[in-house]
């Protein structure tokens, strides 16, 4: 070996300890599966997950036991050596995986162990690699593996006069780069108004007696499991259509200013005279402000609050009874408009957060205090179109300031919380709004320290409060946007650099409050230590979805497995699930007397932090596993028995099936109510959209591995040859799984979210249908069945296929589509036995307690088959879609046809 090789890779230093002792920094004996320090503690001990390049790679005479770094290396330094096509198929190293770990810990993090005991990738016959075979994906001299993920194809989606691009990472993102499930979702959406416009047809014609015995026959559709769901659809299509802003409150050609003109006055004078008249007691004022303070402003504090209290009593006037009257004119009346507005926002967030409190009745109450829930949705309503009736009167984005944006955050979150928002994932407006809000805050300068501008403090108005509200806007920004935007791929290099440049010249957030700004609170100071932590892991998912994204046109996968390496490393660090405190009545709490004496439980806002960041984390490495095993399963697809692909798949499926069962356990834990002695109940409500958008990642890759292993299945039984047995029992066993999985959540989430969340309760109802799809074997039977009537037949009608293809990207002409998935030998034979089997592995190993699997099937019975418990009887439903005719036809014929939405 020449010493330059050797010099090489000795100053190369490969991390070697275990994930938990560097995070805290202790002495590791590296040894493996578990280091004695993580036995001893019973905790669960990894490794993390590295690909070198192949200049790094230990020399052959030095090797050590195979590990990640090694396998991903030797696919990178196959396909770069020149004599690639001299090697034989023995040369092709095996890559073993780690039983997932049944560790009783909670943390996430990436495993990288490896046993002895599995191995995948034998009996392959290499195929020669030609230039050609890296057109989309190549492996540069260098040894390192560079992608080209992206299709400008798969990203655009168009209909009516709406044009976007998907967010990358996003639920509808994913599943377009997924041809599985997005010949699924095409499916099951297409079936969905298909059978509308077969009832809809039906009660439009003469034909009353229609036969029903024929109906039964068949197997049950999509429509009779959403027909609850199609009631609360229309009822909240109503609803909004009345709740629209009247069209003369926008662009207005008047300015608010202490001197207006007449009709401007007149205007805001009888909308202050309006919001008098509903606006409740002031007992009850009291009690949801400190509701906020307590359970509200800890996850989105946006304001300073002694500076709030301080503007609201310059507007509120106690009267002689028990209301409030608002002074608003005379002087400095855009100032007091705009306290009036953040007031009517910040109480109704309040007011609905109740709405999912089941100790609050739905009405006719005897407390005086707390409303029932349907009055205080009402209000709230109502507070929210009068506030922003006023916020376009204020015309933000001409008269650009601080309150404005806080102003306009709050409206967000007042729709984005809302347990009536119908949205089951971030929509591409909601990352518009947040990306416009944020160039807002970049216009008001917010990304720099305020401290540093003297103008500010030269103000002879001027209060260290007004420096700290600023701050707390741009920390409270980020944070929404790591939620909407950063999870869902939408993040580009300015957000990068604005993220770094608010740190500076500080050496952190904290510091900053504690050092320069000693008028914050206790409570403040503490919360911000915590955002500090925050910020640094949006830093870094940033930077892996900078990684992933379409801007960068190639992805480099070392680069990308090293990024999430890091921020396992920072969620093991700085929120550890070993961290969690079980919440005692009188525990760590805070009171702020100057907050309506609110109290805060310190502990239950850190552990609301813990279990929220690793719910973001892990669905950002879902998302990003299911991608790159998309990507690695359709260059198999293409190039048959290439190893080094096969490789890949495999090793990324895996992880993917690694992640998804750590984000299934998380989120069960919550649904079960596991969590409750670490969050308080009062915090659920700024938890809950989180839960309910994970659920609908878990149920995407969960249908992403059934379509995969049921059309397996499919084919082992067209085959002419003897079935293996055990292969197919496998197969079953893995489907059964994940039937429990889907069953769990669905009957968990729908105790815990179903009563209060529209969204949920419009998804549930889907997933039930999905349950019964995979109970009966049926789910290959119903997306075999929509495409070829869209190929072979004329029985769809044509708007119907047009808005599948608008939503989906596919149509008739997309043939070749379903050829080379649905029924591509070369893709399904790289689910192998070996493969299956560790994919049972990981769910044996997991913490998820799954059903007994009857072990004896026979090749024709499906593994969880019983009867369906939902009825046939559709004579209210029909009833239901007579009476509505109309708004359903505009549904088919108008819009995309989300009913529910998919």
Not at 263 to 272: E, V
Not at 838 to 857: D, H, Y
Request: proline share 4%.
């Amino acid at each position: 070996m020449s010493a330059k090789v050797v010099k090489q890779y000795r100053n190369k230093r490969v991390i070697s300890v275990c994930t938990a002792c560097k995070a805290k920094k202790l002495k590791c004996d590296k040894l493996r599966p578990s280091c004695s320090r993580c036995l001893k503690a019973k905790k669960q001990c990894t490794y993390p997950l590295t690909i070198s390049n192949v200049t790094t790679l230990t020399p052959p005479d030095e090797s050590t036991s195979p590990n990640f770094t090694q396998h991903l290396s030797h696919i990178a330094h196959s396909a770069s050596d020149k004599s690639v096509n001299d090697r034989s198929p023995t040369d092709v190293k095996s890559f073993h995986r780690e039983r997932y770990p049944s560790s009783s810990s909670s943390t996430i993090t990436i495993n990288s162990t490896i046993p002895n005991n599995h191995s995948f990738g034998t009996n392959i016959h290499e195929k020669p690699l030609t230039e050609d075979s890296f057109s989309q994906t190549n492996i540069n001299g260098k040894g390192k593996i560079i992608l080209d993920l992206w299709d400008p194809n798969k990203s655009i989606v168009t209909y009516g006069s709406t044009t976007y691009c998907d967010a990358s990472l996003g639920s509808h993102g994913l599943i377009q780069y997924d041809p599985y499930t997005r010949l699924f979702c095409g499916a099951l959406h297409g079936s969905v108004l298909y059978e509308l416009q077969s009832r809809l047809t039906f009660i439009s014609s003469d034909c009353a007696d229609q036969p029903a015995n024929e109906e039964k026959k068949k197997k049950l559709g999509p429509l009779h499991f959403l027909e609850k769901a199609i009631i609360k659809w229309v009822e909240k299509t109503n609803e909004y259509v009345k709740n629209q802003l009247p069209l003369d409150y926008f662009n207005t050609t008047y300015t608010i200013e202490d001197t207006m003109h007449p009709n401007l006055l007149a205007a805001i004078q009888m909308i202050i005279r309006e919001i008098e008249i509903i606006m409740i007691d002031k007992d009850q004022i009291d009690y949801y402000l400190k509701h906020f303070y307590e359970n509200i402003y800890p996850y989105y504090p946006l304001i300073e609050i002694p500076l709030f209290e301080k503007k609201l009593k310059n507007i509120l006037v106690e009267n002689q009874g028990n209301h409030y009257e608002f002074n608003v004119f005379k002087q400095n009346i855009r100032i007091k408009l705009e306290t009036l507005v953040m007031f009517l926002l910040i109480l109704s967030i309040s007011l609905r957060s109740k709405l999912i409190d089941p100790t609050v009745p739905m009405k006719e109450k005897e407390d005086e205090t707390i409303l029932d829930k349907k009055n205080a949705n009402d209000i709230a309503t109502q507070l929210i179109v009068f506030a922003q009736k006023l916020l376009s009167l204020l015309n933000g984005f001409k008269f650009t300031n601080e309150n404005i944006l806080c102003c306009t955050l709050y409206l967000f979150l007042a729709e984005y919380l809302h347990a009536e928002n119908r949205t089951i994932s971030a929509t591409h407006d909601e990352i518009l709004t947040l990306s416009c809000l944020s160039n807002l805050a970049t216009t008001l300068g917010l990304y720099n320290d305020p401290g540093q501008f003297d103008r500010y403090k030269n103000n002879p108005d001027f209060e260290y409060g007004s420096i700290l509200f600023k701050r707390k806007l741009w920390i409270s920004l980020q944070s929404i946007k790591l939620q909407v935007c950063t999870l869902e791929g939408s993040f580009n290099e300015m957000d990068a650099k604005y993220l770094e440049l608010f740190k500076l010249p500080s050496d952190g957030i904290s510091a900053v409050l504690n050092d320069r700004f000693k008028e914050s609170t206790l409570f403040d100071f503490k919360l911000f230590s915590i955002h500090e932590d925050v910020y640094g892991f949006h830093s870094k998912l940033g930077k892996l979805m900078l990684l992933m994204a379409p801007t960068a046109r190639s992805q480099d996968l070392s680069a990308i497995v090293d990024t999430i390496n890091d921020i396992s490393l920072h969620m093991e660090n700085k929120f550890s699930f070993d961290e969690l405190v079980n919440i005692e009545a009188n525990g760590n709490t805070i009171k702020e007397d100057n907050w309506r004496h609110a109290t805060i439980n310190l502990d239950a806002v850190k552990n609301f932090y813990n279990i929220h960041v690793n719910i973001i984390g892990v669905s950002s490495m879902l998302g990003t596993y299911s991608l790159l095993t998309s990507h690695f399963e359709q260059k198999c697809g293409s190039e048959e028995n290439n190893p080094k692909w096969i490789e890949l798949y495999e090793t990324f499926l895996l992880k993917t099936v690694e992640t998804f069962l750590k984000l299934s356990e998380l989120t069960l834990n919550y649904l079960d109510g596991s969590y409750s002695k670490y969050i308080l109940k009062e915090h659920e409500f700024c938890l809950n959209k989180a839960i309910f958008f994970s659920l609908i990642r878990m149920w995407r890759s969960l249908f992403s591995f059934a379509l995969r292993f049921s059309y397996k299945k499919d084919q082992m039984k067209k085959s002419n040859s003897d079935v293996d047995r055990n292969q197919f029992n496998a197969i079953n066993k893995c489907l059964f799984r994940l039937t429990d999985i889907l069953t769990k959540t669905a009957d968990l989430g729908s105790a815990k979210l179903e009563e209060y969340y529209i969204g949920a309760y419009q998804a549930l109802q889907m997933v039930r249908y999905l349950i019964y799809t995979m109970e009966e074997g049926y789910l290959t039977m119903m997306v075999n069945k929509y495409w070829n009537k869209i190929f072979n037949s004329s029985s769809i009608p044509e708007r119907i296929i047009e808005k599948v293809n608008s939503k989906w990207g596919i149509g008739p002409k997309n043939q070749d589509l379903v050829k080379n998935y649905l029924a591509n030998d070369n893709v399904l034979r790289n689910i192998s036995p070996d493969l299956v089997n560790q994919v049972n592995t990981l769910m044996e190993g997991s913490n998820i307690n799954f059903k007994n699997f009857p072990e004896t099937l026979s090749i024709d019975s499906t593994p969880n088959s019983e009867d369906s418990p939902v009825t046939n009887n559709q004579d209210f439903l029909n009833q239901f879609l007579e009476a509505n005719f109309d708004l359903f036809s505009r549904v088919i014929n108008d819009n995309m046809g989300e009913l529910p939405e998919i």
